[in-house]
Nanobody, 128 residues
Framework: QVQPVESGGGLIQAGGSLNLSCVASGASFNFYAMGWWRQAPGKAREFVAAIRWAGSITYYADSVKGRFTISRDSYDNIIYLQMNSLKPEDTAVYYC?????????????????????WGQGTQVTVSS
């Protein structure tokens, strides 16, 4: 079974940029959609961005719109999250997730239950 593996996290100063990657371990990401989520200590997991494979349509949380960009490579093996103008409140563990078959088609991309495959996460820490 394909497994998402995140990388690219780290410690960065406010205002800086990071580019997270999510690689398909074992196969390609030929799924309905992929998303990035994050979870800060003591808080619920929060939607960040999603990309639907058909047409590469993207969706963003209001908190990151204009600063973050989700994209995918042409071989369906990697998705990226380019994060610019980082703020201390962006500090969290960032997770890559897959909505493989759109079984939960009644749910929006902002609904955690829409996703059925998750990576282990990568830590992003933004210092002020």
């Amino acid at each position: 079974q394909v497994q998402p593996v995140e990388s690219g996290g780290g410690l960065i100063q406010a205002g800086g940029s990071l580019n997270l990657s999510c690689v398909a371990s074992g196969a390609s990401f030929n799924f309905y959609a992929m998303g990035w989520w994050r979870q800060a200590p003591g808080k619920a997991r929060e939607f960040v961005a999603a990309i639907r494979w058909a047409g590469s349509i993207t969706y963003y949380a209001d908190s990151v719109k204009g600063r973050f960009t989700i994209s995918r490579d042409s071989y369906d093996n990697i998705i990226y999250l380019q994060m610019n103008s980082l703020k201390p409140e962006d500090t969290a563990v960032y997770y890559c997730a897959a909505d493989r078959f759109n079984r939960e088609y009644g749910r929006t991309f902002e609904d955690l239950n829409k996703y059925d495959l998750w990576g282990q996460g990568t830590q992003v820490t933004v210092s002020s």
